[in-house]
């Protein structure tokens, strides 16, 4: 990979996250990527190539986006990786870049949940013998859960505490679907989802679209009006075989390797990042994946949380999910990677105001997709980004 090409971020774009049922995704996705094109600056014909990372939004959905803002004729890729598919579009983006097939990028990503579904968990695939049986994301994550704090001596009110973590942080962000502090015992007294999950320790179904601009090397110095961020490293996964005797679709592994790989890329290792945007879906996965990005040994992810070494402006350590995550941002599926990307960058950039990480130089994006019955999960992408 050593002869890969320099990529960059010149910009970036969202909407709100929140339950927007009067907006078809097509129309989300539009606004996020026209806002994206103007923070770059950039005329919109310059784009070449356009990847839209979803789920359940139908047939062409990156086409109907792009083409009320005059993007048509090049090539757009529609591209589904579960949760990750954001994600995903970032990783195709760049890669077209990276190999030198194309110089500019559009990545997007989008969802609306609320027309899709009235409430409850996502759907998943009914052939699926576990699905078959009963099992849901709420239920797998509970499994995880159960299991964790069996083996680590992990407390109900430690869970609970990642969620005012994450309200904490998303009551600064003025995208974020829950703004509204709260205490330990809200949390724990919330109703019971799937036992020891509460409601509010569950992610929420939610719409958005969010988008980034790439450029090569040879094209930043030309048409970046903001800070360019560079892309340091950025790998794509899928999982393996899980262990016959082990934890069901258990992604510590699936995580840990994605992002070994990409901090191999970057040449930096978890003592260099500043900041990072995790797959918080449920309140014990933030525990599980600072552990698989090595930010600390297992078994002591529940320690930062009880030491607030992961609370932006608080902790002496990587801020974790200073947008407030999928736990409070909000999880609008196909729109997620990319939502932490523009978190990402913002703070690279020094432009988000209150809760701005000092002197962030270096972030990571985690992202996971999916269940599958036997493996430990779908996809993962980890991305690095500096400036």
Same mark, same amino acid.
């Given at each position: 990979?050593?002869?890969?090409?320099?990529?960059?971020?010149?910009?970036?774009?969202?909407?709100?996250c929140g339950r927007f049922p009067d907006k078809a995704a097509h129309i989300l996705a539009r606004e996020a990527a026209w806002a994206a094109i103007k923070d770059a600056e950039i005329y919109p014909r310059l784009i070449e190539i356009a990847f839209c990372?979803? &789920?359940?939004?139908?047939?062409?959905?990156?086409?109907?986006? %792009?083409?009320?803002?005059?993007? &048509?004729?090049?090539?757009?890729?529609?591209?589904?990786?579960?949760?990750?598919?954001?994600?995903?579009?970032?990783?195709?983006?760049?890669? !077209?870049?990276? *190999?030198?097939?194309?110089?500019?990028?559009?990545? %997007?990503?989008?969802?609306? /949940?609320?027309? +899709?579904?009235?409430?409850?968990?996502?759907?998943?695939?009914?052939?699926? /013998?576990? &699905?078959?049986?009963? $099992?849901?994301?709420?239920?797998? *994550?509970?499994?995880?859960?159960?299991?964790?704090?069996?083996?680590?001596? +992990?407390?109900?009110?430690?869970?609970?505490?990642?969620?005012?973590?994450?309200?904490?942080?998303?009551?600064?962000?003025?995208?974020?679907?829950?703004?509204?502090?709260?205490?330990?015992?809200?949390?724990?007294?919330?109703? $019971?989802?799937?036992?020891?999950? !509460?409601?509010?320790?569950?992610?929420?179904?939610?719409?958005?679209?969010?988008?980034?601009?790439?450029?090569?090397?040879?094209?930043?110095?030309?048409?970046?009006?903001?800070?360019?961020?560079?892309?340091?490293?950025?790998?794509?996964?899928?999982?393996?075989?899980?262990?016959?005797?082990?934890? !069901?679709?258990?992604?510590?592994?699936?995580?840990?390797?994605?992002?070994?790989?990409?901090?191999?890329?970057?040449? /930096?290792?978890?003592?260099?990042?500043?900041?990072?945007?995790?797959?918080?879906?449920? @309140?014990?996965?933030?525990?599980?994946?600072?552990?698989? %990005?090595?930010?600390?040994?297992?078994?002591?992810?529940?320690?930062?949380?009880?030491?607030?070494?992961?609370?932006?402006?608080?902790?002496?350590?990587?801020?974790?999910?200073?947008?407030?995550?999928?736990? @409070?941002?909000?999880?609008?599926? #196909?729109?997620? #990677?990319?939502?932490?990307?523009?978190?990402? +960058?913002?703070? %690279?950039?020094?432009?988000?105001?209150?809760?701005?990480?000092?002197?962030?130089?270096? #972030?990571?994006?985690?992202?996971?997709?999916?269940?599958?019955?036997? $493996?430990?999960?779908?996809?993962? +992408?980890?991305?690095?980004?500096?400036?």
């Open positions: 990979m050593s002869n890969l090409r320099d990529v960059y971020i010149i910009g970036v774009g969202n909407t709100p990372g979803h &789920v359940y939004q139908g047939m062409g959905v990156g086409q109907r986006a %792009l083409k009320e803002i005059g993007l &048509v004729g090049q090539p757009t890729i529609n591209v589904e990786g579960a949760c990750g598919s954001g994600t995903l579009s970032f990783w195709e983006a760049w890669r !077209t870049i990276a *190999y030198g097939q194309y110089d500019i990028a559009l990545a %997007l990503g989008v969802e609306n /949940l609320s027309r +899709v579904l009235s409430g409850g968990p996502l759907p998943l695939e009914e052939d699926d /013998l576990e &699905v078959a049986i009963g $099992m849901g994301m709420p239920g797998l *994550y509970a499994i995880r859960a159960k299991k964790y704090m069996e083996e680590y001596g +992990v407390s109900l009110e430690q869970l609970a505490k990642v969620v005012v973590k994450s309200r904490y942080h998303a009551a600064m962000n003025p995208d974020a679907q829950y703004r509204k502090p709260t205490t330990i015992e809200e949390v724990v007294n919330a109703p $019971m989802i799937a036992d020891p999950l !509460t409601r509010n320790m569950c992610c929420p179904v939610g719409d958005a679209a969010a988008a980034a601009v790439l450029v090569s090397e040879e094209h930043v110095k030309k048409l970046a009006k903001k800070t360019p961020i560079k892309v340091l490293g950025c790998i794509a996964q899928s999982g393996k075989y899980s262990s016959a005797t082990g934890l !069901t679709c258990d992604p510590s592994e699936n995580v840990m390797r994605t992002s070994n790989l990409a901090y191999e890329m970057a040449g /930096l290792g978890p003592e260099d990042m500043d900041l990072a945007e995790i797959h918080d879906a449920f @309140s014990i996965a933030e525990m599980m994946v600072v552990e698989s %990005l090595s930010f600390c040994k297992k078994g002591e992810g529940a320690k930062l949380i009880d030491e607030e070494s992961t609370w932006a402006h608080k902790g002496d350590m990587v801020a974790v999910n200073p947008s407030g995550g999928l736990l @409070s941002r909000g999880h609008p599926v #196909g729109a997620t #990677g990319l939502l932490q990307t523009a978190e990402i +960058v913002r703070h %690279l950039r020094g432009d988000v105001g209150e809760r701005q990480v000092p002197d962030a130089k270096v #972030g990571i994006i985690e992202t996971m997709g999916g269940a599958q019955p036997a $493996m430990d999960g779908i996809t993962c +992408v980890v991305s690095i980004l500096g400036k």
